[in-house]
């Protein structure tokens, strides 16, 4: 049996240990990338180009265009029916609380929770990737939009509530409370974020 040189063993080994080094390194970054995203500090600064059942929302907000019968009954069917569309692009700031500007968290499917008067509402999946940095995020969003459930059964009442304000005018920024619970790619795979992190509300546009 052939026993290997000192020179040729430090010629494999050595390649060996540079290789685990920078996988040790790279796995380590990114679990410090992990940590910093699951304790940053999350804002919703605006949506835009938001259609829900191909309803401009944000065309109605500006023109100041209620629901008609018509729409409520329609988006009520929808919702019911477990087919209702939702497009649109979130503002979404993330703030770091030790930030290095190399940050990036990889998020392969995101689930999100609305909350009316603080009850659950409305649910749904993002199944499209992204990437999340400090700072400022355009997130698109294609969704369809799920009633929670109640002892089994679907609630209608923060969709009546939101149907509402929507056919009133109101602004349903301050009745809403908006959650997410990214699953995050990593080394060992995709993992679920154990609970729903909560995202700031936007602020209300100031009094003219």
């Known amino acids: 049996m052939k026993v290997m040189s000192p020179i040729i ?3 494999v080994l050595q390649p060996l240990l540079l290789i685990n080094l920078c996988l040790c390194f790279s796995q380590c970054q990114q679990t410090q990338d ?3 995203f699951t304790e940053a500090d999350y804002r919703l ?3 835009e180009q938001a259609r829900l059942n191909n309803i ?3 065309e109605r907000a500006e023109s100041g265009q209620r629901l008609s019968a018509e729409e409520r009954d329609a988006l ?3 919702v019911s029916a477990n087919n209702l569309p939702l497009e649109a692009t979130l503002l979404l700031q993330v703030s770091l609380r030790e930030a290095t500007g190399e940050q990036r968290l990889t998020v392969t499917q995101m689930k999100w929770l609305v909350l009316v008067d603080g009850e659950e509402a409305f649910t749904g999946t993002v199944h499209e990737t992204m990437v999340l940095h400090d700072g400022e995020n355009q997130i698109p969003v294609k969704t369809q939009v799920q009633l929670s459930e109640v002892n089994g059964l ?6 009546s509530r939101v149907i509402n304000l929507i056919s009133s005018g109101g602004d349903i920024r301050q009745a809403i409370t908006f959650q997410i619970k990214p699953t995050i790619k990593t080394p060992l795979g995709n993992i679920e974020s154990p609970q729903f992190i909560s995202v ?3 602020s209300a546009p100031p009094n003219p």
């Open 45 to 47: 600064l605006g949506v």
């Open 200 to 202: 700031s509300k936007p």
């Open 154 to 159: 679907p609630n209608y009442e923060g969709l």
């Open 34 to 36: 992990i940590k910093a």
């Open 56 to 58: 401009d929302l944000q």
């Open 76 to 78: 009520l069917a929808a």
């Open 9 to 11: 063993a430090r010629l």
